[in-house]
């Protein structure tokens, strides 16, 4: 096996941009309504210009403890990587994850958009590049 680490390696970009989302005071049908949020899944990565690998999935999940009184868990793989959302309706708290490699994604409108699909009163909102190291090119032939 090649240590690769000791390859010179070309120019690196990131591989991609992971935005997460904690939103307070939520609401709205989406925080309850499985059918709703799975729309949401089904046509949220054609909107942004990605591609569904699978059908969305959610599912209800009760309370599992004090911290966690259950929700809607809805998740989508894309080929782009996924989106997923966890939904806590009797504390109006929702988090989102959206992982992508599309290189022009819209951040800001992105997150605008989550924003307003669960009518957040405030959101704590995480950007992080992803695979800051990405080599440019194929280190193995």
């Known amino acids: 096996m090649t240590d690769l680490t000791r390859l010179h390696l070309p120019k690196r970009v990131p591989f991609g941009v992971h935005i997460m989302i904690d939103g307070y005071c939520a609401g709205g049908r989406l925080m ?12 949220l990565p054609e909107e942004m210009g990605m591609h569904r690998i699978c059908e969305p999935v959610v599912v209800s999940v009760g309370a599992n403890c004090h911290k966690d009184p259950g929700g809607l868990s809805g998740f989508v793989m894309i080929a782009e990587s996924h989106i997923s959302f ?36 405030d959101a704590d909102v995480y950007v992080q590049d992803r ?10 032939a």
């Not at 309850?32 to 046509?43: N, S």
């Not at 695979?131 to 193995?140: C, H, K, S, T």
């Open 32 to 43: 309850t309504d499985e059918t709703a949020l799975r729309a949401l899944l089904y046509r």
């Open 86 to 121: 966890h939904t806590f309706p009797a504390r109006g708290f929702v988090t989102m994850d959206l992982y992508t490699c599309q290189d022009d994604l819209d951040r800001e409108g992105t997150v605008a958009r989550l924003k307003s699909a669960f009518d957040l009163v």
């Open 131 to 140: 695979g800051i190291r990405y080599p440019e090119r194929d280190l193995v």
